[in-house]
């Protein structure tokens, strides 16, 4: 990088705007309070037992009893609905596995990558084939095409139920108001607390696992399918009605058609979110990867950590597939005249012939329903696939880390140390000891100071929500995990995303790597760093850190390169230095994105503390994680109130004076 | 444009029959669950369900292996979590659970209660949890053979983690356990840090276990990982006539001196659907027969979790080696 030679002073335009630093000081100021009213009152405040109201937990408890009799006792009307929604779902993805079994594995791998080769071209095509090998090659044919029949079952479901939700919100500006605090609450609200109800209702098995699934999943449906309804130009819509059309054919001939990229984005995202659900729903019977991973984490983890792997090829080769897709059918940008049209069809036609005699001569050649572990010829037996080694691998690289000889364990140890003695421990006991009322006044403080008024109001309903449900002291001790891992990744987040800014291969090499931190299911995650940072807190906030920064890196990557070059070239032209135009012009025009940053990077953390809770991070992560371990529903569903309130307070004191912006939530 | 409306015909009547046969095959190995015939000589398919550690893959894996020798079972096999299988085995989705570490709520609810489980009795193993160290610090400090050697030399304990305290390294948050109740109860300085699920709290032990670092954590047996590393265990206070109210599970909370004596024994359950009881089926006998032993379990368990053996190689050689033991639950 350019050493600055210049030493001429900044100029003016490049200096933050004095509002912001009136705010920066400020905001340190509420922070010092709060250490001055720490070291005042260490540990002599803690939430008044008279505040709270401790019969929350057993009254839900008592609910739980009550649906679990009901379901027992006889058959009603509204369980009657219910089963017949079960079975609708459990007859999908039995048929659907069926019909892959059915297709054979040769037939499987022939249909998924032609169809793609046919309307995603031939870079997804091979993805997709280079996947359905992977799985092949690791063992874990079966369990990839039980978990791609869940998937498919749970996206359409999805996608029927959340794009017309979608449609709705985004014509109607009350009822998309209406409607976000709950689809919120549904990402929101770890999948632990709400799996036994589900499950009482509901039953285990696939059934189950994708109404677990779809919890998740709707939402981003109808996110996007309402923002791409809203970023149809008012223009079109008012000249279609102007040409006499009646509302469904403004809908159905310009609205949708015009979101339509949107749509299919909706659709990939849903895919998305749906996968990351797959591994809680090998807890209630959902077979597939999900279930290598939860069984594999206690009994063999270098296999749980090769279904994660299996799971993230999967949402590798889905992504690419379902993009590349959208953008080769995009009318828009084929025009098609009769003959091409003609020819594409013959094109159609002739994939699925070909699909067709694929599958039928692989049946007619004996050709197994599932990838065989084993080919045998005359002679000898051959290994199918390679799963015994690579578990070997896994197992020395494993047996490695936790070495203490080993040169990794001489870098792992003294950090995760050092993040907890220096880092964790001192602003856990910061927000943990200091008096209550201090904690909650500073809050509101700090949110009225960075947001405005309204967004104080609510982070301070919100805390004391979860001081009257009993739960302040476990969620001031997440509320601190989740401070350092945001930190922490807003920082590399910062420094990383301003390097990819700079530096277009940087950006090219870091994208897969970002890819993979993003689709890669949060359990799996964990497993790495039990072993590579086995004291307990450290794990669960490194996990944190992988899963919050690439948000982070993307939108500094996105605010530093949306600098209007104006203010760059007048600097350049004052003969400032690359850095200095970094730090005096770029950073604070980027200002607004790295504040969006560190808001949507606190969300994202916050969605790992239940995972982290079942590597040591305690807290309100153990408690919803014990809700569904030792049944202490009642203890989940407050625990996990208080994640949610938690969640809308970090994101109130940190959203800024930024308006609210339509399809929030995490990317 | 003719030739091409052909083709399409073509094209999707092969689509549409792909697709009856598919869903026509479906039928046909649709048996999930227990359908034994009314004779009750055939044994069908059951399934039974695999809890998420390595000693229920074990007895799991012995019991599948014996029935499709024996009876010619078709075995499927299951991973829900502990809980949710109550209302799995209450719908008759599951047959059995051959390892249940006494959910006496789950007990009330849907054995007593709904009837929809029915006790199968003891496996035969018995659950030991306990306070336990490395046998090289044992021998160095012979006084930790019990819980009052720990008092003063708290601070042996030290860790990152614990501050100026000695660190009590507790168990999976799911286990039954009172150990912050016990420290206080019986006046310790330790401070209970809990590591989260048990594969993280045995990396964090092992990990002092490998560097001849002092360590005092939450375990139990059987447990595989027994036979791989050398541990000793320090008494707590003992159950007596005094203190036989004296509770195991501190979930409730309350008052610490209601817990302040050793854990009892556990005897771990076999429980069967009410539907799979009442089938007739000749799997379900041979099941309510089974027993294994403490060594059994953690023989086989280490074969699958510490050697990495196929948990159906593992099972069939135990079988193999112990062919009287087996023989005897189908008599």
Known sequence: MAVASGRLRAPAFAAPTSRFRGRGAQAAGIVALLIVGYLLWKKDYSWPSSLAWDQLPRKLDKAQDWLLEQRTAHSNPFFAVLDAFRAVCDWLVTALLNALEWFTWVGTLAAGTLIVLRYGGWRAALTVFLAFVSFAVLGLWEESIQTLALMTAAVTISILIGVPIGVMAGRRERFYRAITPVLDAMQIVPAFAYLMPVVIVFSVGPAAAVICTLIYSIPPAVRITALGIRGVTPESVEASQALGATPTQTLLKVQLPLARRQLLLALNQTIMFALSLVVIAGLIGGRGLGDQVTSGLYSNPALAILAGIAIVIMAIALDRATAAIADRTDPARRQLTDEGRRRARTITLGTLGLIAVIVLASRALGADAIYPDQFETASTVYDANIQDTVLGWFNDALDYVQDPASFVFGITEPVGNFILEKMLQPVQNLLMDAPWFAVLACSTALAFVLSGLRPAIIAFLMLVLIGVMGVWEPSMDTASQVLVATAIAVVLGIVIGIWAAESPRVERVLRPILDTLQTLPQLVYIIPFIYLMPVSLVAGVVASVLYAIPVVIRLVTAGVRSVPPAPVEAAQAFGASRMQVLTKVKVPLARDSIMLGINQGLIMVLAVVVIGGLVGSGALGDQVARGLQRNEFGEGVVASVAILALGIALDRVTQGRRKANLGGGAA | ?331
């Open chain 2, 1 to 331: 444009l003719r030739t091409h409306k052909k083709m399409w015909a073509v094209v999707a009547a092969l689509m549409l029959a792909l697709f009856v046969a598919a869903c026509g095959s479906s039928k046909d190995d649709d048996s999930g669950g227990s359908n034994q015939s009314a004779s009750g000589k055939d044994c069908g398919t059951l399934t039974l369900n695999e809890q998420a550690w390595a000693g229920s893959t074990a007895n799991t894996y012995i019991a599948k292996n014996a029935l499709e020798d024996k009876l010619g079972c078709q075995i499927e096999i299951t991973k829900i979590a502990e809980i949710p299988v109550y209302q799995a085995m209450a719908d008759g989705k599951v047959d059995a659970v051959l390892e249940d570490w006494q959910h006496t709520d789950e007990y009330a609810k849907y054995i007593d209660k709904a009837g929809t489980v029915v006790m199968g009795g003891p496996l035969g193993v018995e659950g030991h949890i306990g306070w336990f160290i490395p046998k090289y610090l044992m021998d160095q400090h012979p006084e930790f053979k019990t819980w009052e050697g720990l008092k003063g030399k708290e601070t042996l304990f030290k860790s990152p983690e614990s501050g100026s305290q000695g660190m009590f390294l507790g168990g999976d948050p799911s286990y039954v356990q009172k150990d912050k109740e016990l420290i206080k109860a019986l006046g310790l300085n330790f401070k209970f840090v809990t590591a989260g699920a048990e594969p993280a709290q045995v990396a964090r032990w092992s990990s002092l276990y490998k560097q001849k670092k002092p360590v005092l954590f939450y375990w139990y047996t059987p447990q595989y990982l027994n036979q791989e590393f050398d541990l000793a265990e320090v008494k707590l206070p003992p159950r007596t006539d005094a203190n036989k109210d004296c509770k195991d599970d501190a979930k409730e909370g309350g008052d610490p001196s209601q817990y302040k004596c050793e854990y009892d024994v556990t005897i771990i359950n076999k429980l069967f659907s009410k539907k799979f009881a009442d089938s007739g089926s000749p799997a379900y006998d041979a099941l309510k027969k089974m027993k294994l032993t403490n060594d059994d379990q953690e023989k086989v368990a280490k074969a699958i979790a510490g050697d990495h053996q196929d948990p159906d190689d593992a099972a069939k050689d135990w079988i193999k080696d112990n062919q009287s033991k087996v023989d005897a639950w189908f008599q």
